[in-house]
């Protein structure tokens, strides 16, 4: 692979870093370096959409007609690198990066031209109703029902752990509308307006105390057959298509990069030695591994395909990898800075030799969020299929397993 730019494609990473260093706010930068989520929240999402929509750079794999960039697989990869060197908070994927893949394969052109433009503008804000109770990997168990009523459906039951549902106005959703086949058959493929009546959303909170999944119960919920995306009961090829974007759609490398240089930064200033800079090359080389193999993919993708079997290989490696990026994190916490200064109170009862209240912490500035980030980023190797599963795909698929 050769990883030499042409002048051309230097030119773009100037024009890159310039607007970064333009548009790119403080408190953008500051609200990305603390982050716990993989998910921006709302408003910081819509904010740095409405930035790039401006510069035309929002959703640069879709197709020009609809807003994409016309960029090389080499000046995808260099604004990937850029975003992430710089600290630029992620958009929210739900609609630019996995409604809008499966609109511009499946969906009519009508549908094309109505949600494509809400979604970059951000008027509408999307959530992903997959997950049952009891449909989690295998989501084909699923058994939330649509049934027909007219030019509608009816929808009735549930779907958990839906990320922003209580600010989504929107939902892309895989429901029930036939079962009497094979459970991947019957499964339709719906946007669903989270203003009806009859949608209710009860928040789950996590270990980290944070609110950003959701339940959502669908009681008599009437929905327009023109929501189905694809066909009726095919809903299952549509769903394969979207996976395929959410498992491998995104540049794990860049971002992992850019953690473990934070990493160096944050280790150095605890005075940490030998030791955990081995972890963190060992964790900088299998980002780099993981960055060349996004890489072929991205050309790949370049050509007409999709993500493919590759979707799984970068989900496992990329969440895993993340994971244990949250490991070192704590263990550079979990250090002093500054060595103790023991004090002690005198005959009188005055305080001596106490540490002042400049005093370091225990860990880095950088340590605020570590915890949570730790305690949310388990969910990495679950959500968007476990890496359980991932692992029967390739090995059935790949190696005929």
Known sequence: MNLAFQPDEERFREDVRTFLDRDLAPDLRRYAARMTSVYSDKDTALAWQAILVKQGWAAPGWPVEYGGCDWSVAQRYIFDVEMARAGAPPL?????AMCGPALIGHGTKAQKDHYLPRILSGEDFWCQGYSEPHAGSDLAQLSMS??????????????????????????????????????????????????SPGVRVDPIIMLSGEHIQNAIFFDDVRVPQANVIGKVNEGWTVAKYLLEFERGGSSYGPRLKARVGALRRHAAEAGLGPDMAIKLSQAEADASALEAAELMMMS????????????????????????????LAIEIAGTYVEPFQPHHTSPGGEVVNAPSNSAALVGPDGAVTVAAKYLNDRAGSIYAGSNEIQRNILAKAQLGL
């Open 146 to 195: 649509a049934k027909e009523d007219g030019d509608a459906f009816i929808c009735n039951g549930s779907k958990i752990w839906t990320t922003h549902a209580h600010e989504a106005n929107m939902c892309f959703c895989l429901v029930r509308t036939d079962a009497s086949g094979k459970p991947q058959q019957g499964i339709t493929f719906l946007l669903i307006d989270m203003t």
């Open 300 to 327: 790949e993708l370049a050509g007409g395909g999709t993500p493919g079997l590759k979707a799984s290989m970068m989900k496992v490696k990329g969440t895993e990898l993340s994971q244990r990026l949250t490991e």
């Open 92 to 96: 929210s994927p739900m609609g630019i």
